[in-house]
């Protein structure tokens, strides 16, 4: 292979391989809305999305549930501003669940202890809708 055949392929398989990474949300019922409310352990406004891990406690005890969510450009859009969810708050998480029955899923939207709220305002008793999961497809 000359040198100008190799830098083609490794400028092809750099341009291509973020869009192979980035995965579909298939894994998530963009038709239901699930509330959760707990204490956050961890959070980070990342990209390509939000990750939010909080602890939940019922009657058998206390559960790790992880979610994933929009980019910080949408979660900024949607009212998210820096400084606004932190290790250690309550807060009230509103997502579509996952397919699986397992807890957690995709972050529509975040209400903080103090009452400040950032993403999708879901209409009530209307499914969580297309537009997200496009957004939270990247598309």
């Given at each position: ?102 807890l957690g899923g995709y972050v529509i939207g975040v209400t903080a202890g103090d009452g400040t709220f950032f ?21």
């Open positions: 292979m000359n040198r100008m055949t190799k830098f083609a392929a490794v400028a092809v398989a750099a341009i291509a391989l973020p869009a192979i990474a980035h995965h579909s949300a298939v894994q998530f019922d963009f038709t239901k809305n699930v509330q959760y409310t707990g204490v956050v352990k961890e959070f980070a406004a990342i990209n390509p999305h939000m990750r939010l891990i909080i602890d939940v406690k019922d009657g058998s005890g206390t559960h790790e549930v992880k979610f994933e969510g929009h980019s910080t450009n949408n979660m900024y859009r949607n009212g998210y501003r820096k400084g606004m969810v932190k290790v250690g708050d309550t807060v009230t998480v509103s997502a579509a669940p996952l397919r699986n029955g397992d993403g999708a305002k879901p209409r009530a008793g209307a499914d969580v809708g297309e537009e997200t999961r496009r957004q939270a497809e990247g598309k």
